[in-house]
């Protein structure tokens, strides 16, 4: 596989600050990228799909840049362990 598309019609971030929210969708396109060119974890997940609502559960936000970019990435790992069920 050599090309994935990943399209989020709406990602909805109520109560962030700017920089929190810039840092956040930071974090989770390169989260994302990480997830999705494993190669091992592709072939678990390699048929095409929609999933209209993935539910990935309680996670901690930290305050800043630095949390935001955290959190981005907790929230693709959780999206990767979506697609695996």
Not at 50 to 62: I, K, N, S, Y
């Amino acid at each position: 596989m050599s090309r994935i598309r990943v399209e989020i019609e709406q990602l909805v971030l109520k109560g962030f600050e700017a920089a929190d929210r810039a840092a956040m969708i930071e974090g989770l396109r390169n989260g994302l990228a990480a997830v999705l060119s494993d190669a091992a974890s592709q072939r678990e997940w390699a048929q095409s799909r929609r999933t209209p609502v993935m539910r990935l559960g309680r996670m901690a936000f930290e305050p800043g840049p630095a949390g935001g970019r955290k959190f981005g990435k907790q929230v693709a790992e959780a999206i990767g362990k979506g697609l695996k069920r």
